[in-house]
C-alpha cells in the first residue's frame, strides 16, 4: 500500500490511490498492542499465515473462503519487535504485511487455503506485489507444522509446472516467526472504507493480473477442499478392524494433506495413555501393550497423524517390554532430540509429521544398524498386512515381511 513507486502508464490512477492510502493512514491515530500472536485463543482453530502484498486485499480474500473463521492483518518475517506500519512501510524492518488466518480444519484443508492464496498474490514477484514494491510487500508462506510446509511446498512445485505464468513460481515457503497485529485501523479496512478500499484495488493491478492468469474466473470449488476422512485421527475406542467399512472408502495416506488436531481434539480422540505419551512425552509401563509381542507383518503408523513409522521387518524383540525396532521406516519421519529428563543424556524420537513423543533410540541394536528403537506402543497403531490397502498403505505392503520377528 506504500504507493511511492508508481508505473507511468497509471499515473493519474495511481496518484489518486496514494491520496486516499495516505489520507486513511494520517487520519488514524488509534492502535492496537502488538501481540506475538501465533496461536489462536481459540483451541478449536487452526492457523495459516501468508503474505500477498497489501494486507487489506489479502484479507479480504481470506474472509470468504468457507471454514475461515477470522484473519487478522499484521506484520512477520522482520528482526523487530512489535513494529509499526510506519517502521515496516519503510522496508527496514524486514517484515512483510501479512494475514494470519484462524479456521476451522474440519470445514477447510490446507490446501483450499492456498487455493486461495493463488487467486490473489502473484507468486511469481518476490520484489512486491503489483503496484506495491518492496520486500515489505513481498509474497510468502509461512508455515506452522511439516504437513503445511509439504502441502505448500507441493502446491508451489504443481502451480509451477501447470504454465499458468509466464515467470517461474518464485514464493518463498518459510518457518513461521513471530506474528504482529497490524493496527486496528488496517483490520478490516475493506468493510471500514468500502470507497477508499475499492479505488485502491481498481488501480493497483491485483486483479486485472489475476483475471489474465485465471482466466477461467476467481471463484473457486472449495467443496474439493474438504477434508478426507484418512486425515482425521480415529476416535477413541475404534480399531482398524471396526472401521474397515469407512477406511477403504478413503484415499491412500497423504502427509501434506495432514493437519495437526488441536490439543481439544486430540484429547477427545486419543485415549488416555496415547495424549500422556504423545502430547506429554510420558512413558507406558513396560508389557502393558500386546505391540510389544505382536509378530504379525505388518505397519506401525503414528496414532496422531497416521504416518507410517515402523515396518514389521525391522522388529525386533528386545524382551524390554516396549515394541523395539533397528530402524525407521523412511529417511525423515522421525526426528531426533536432546533428552536430559532423567539422569545422563538420551536421545529421544518425536514423529516428524505430528511432532508426537515416541520414545528413545539407543546404541544396543542388532546388525546392520546397531539402533535400537524402543518405542512406546501407545504412540503407534498397528496394521496388518491384510488390511493396509484398505486402510489407505497399498504403497507400503511390499515394505513389510511374514517374516518372525527376531531376538537380540
Known amino acids: 500500500m506504500n504507493l511511492k513507486t508508481v508505473a507511468a502508464g497509471t499515473a493519474?490512477?495511481?496518484?489518486?490511490?496514494?491520496?486516499v492510502f495516505l489520507s486513511a493512514n494520517t487520519s488514524q491515530n488509534k492502535t492496537s498492542p502488538h501481540l506475538a500472536a501465533t496461536v489462536t485463543t481459540d483451541e478449536n482453530l487452526t492457523i495459516a499465515t501468508f503474505a500477498g502484498g497489501c494486507f487489506w486485499c489479502v484479507e479480504a480474500a481470506f474472509e470468504k473462503v468457507p471454514g475461515v473463521i477470522e484473519v487478522i492483518s499484521g506484520y512477520t518475517g522482520g528482526e523487530e519487535v512489535a513494529p509499526s506500519y510506519k517502521q515496516v512501510a519503510s522496508g527496514a524492518t524486514g517484515h512483510t504485511e501479512a494475514v494470519q488466518v484462524h479456521y476451522d480444519n474440519s470445514a477447510i484443508t490446507y490446501d483450499g487455503l492456498l487455493a486461495a492464496l493463488w487467486r490473489t498474490a502473484d507468486p511469481t514477484d518476490n520484489g512486491g506485489q503489483y503496484v506495491d514494491r518492496g520486500k515489505q510487500y513481498r509474497p510468502e508462506i509461512f508455515y506452522h507444522n511439516t504437513a503445511q510446509q509439504l502441502a505448500a511446498e507441493k502446491a508451489k512445485t504443481a502451480l509451477d509446472q501447470s504454465g499458468r505464468y509466464q515467470r517461474p513460481v518464485v514464493i518463498n515457503v518459510t518457518p513461521a516467526s513471530d506474528f504482529y497485529p497490524a493496527e486496528e485501523y488496517h483490520q478490516d479496512y475493506y468493510k471500514k472504507n468500502p470507497v477508499r478500499y475499492n479505488l485502491y484495488t481498481r488501480n493497483s493491478g491485483r486483479y486485472q493480473?489475476?483475471?489474465?492468469?485465471?482466466?477461467?474466473?476467481?471463484?473457486?470449488?472449495?467443496?474439493?477442499?474438504?477434508?478426507?476422512?484418512?486425515?482425521?485421527?480415529?476416535?477413541?475406542?475404534?480399531?482398524?478392524?471396526?472401521s474397515q467399512e469407512t477406511l477403504s472408502e478413503t484415499k491412500r495416506f497423504d502427509a501434506s494433506t495432514f493437519v495437526k488436531p488441536t490439543d481439544a481434539q486430540l484429547r477427545n480422540t486419543l485415549s488416555g495413555i496415547e495424549y500422556k505419551v504423545t502430547q506429554k512425552d510420558g512413558t507406558e509401563r513396560a508389557f502393558s501393550s500386546p505391540l510389544h509381542d505382536e509378530k504379525r507383518a505388518g505397519l506401525y503408523v503414528d496414532v496422531v497423524?497416521?504416518?507410517p513409522l515402523f515396518s514389521s521387518s525391522d522388529k525386533v524383540d528386545s524382551r524390554t517390554g516396549w515394541p523395539s525396532f533397528i530402524r525407521a521406516i523412511d529417511d525423515g519421519v522421525v526426528v531426533e532430540k536432546e533428552d536430559r529428563s532423567l539422569f545422563g543424556v538420551r536421545t529421544e524420537i518425536r514423529s516428524s509429521l505430528a511432532d508426537s513423543h515416541l520414545g528413545h533410540v539407543f546404541n544396543d541394536g542388532p546388525a546392520p544398524t546397531g539402533l535400537r528403537y524402543c518405542m512406546n506402543a501407545a504412540a503407534m497403531r498397528f496394521i496388518p498386512v491384510d488390511k493396509m490397502a484398505d486402510a489407505g498403505y497399498a504403497d507400503y505392503i511390499e515394505r513389510v515381511s511374514n517374516k518372525s520377528t527376531s531376538s537380540l
Open 209 to 242: 493480473f489475476i483475471d489474465s492468469v485465471w482466466p477461467e474466473g476467481r471463484a473457486i470449488e472449495f467443496a474439493k477442499y474438504q477434508p478426507e476422512l484418512s486425515t482425521l485421527p480415529i476416535p477413541r475406542g475404534k480399531d482398524l478392524s471396526m
Open 12 to 19: 493519474l490512477g495511481l496518484l489518486l490511490v496514494t491520496t
Open 305 to 307: 497423524s497416521g504416518q
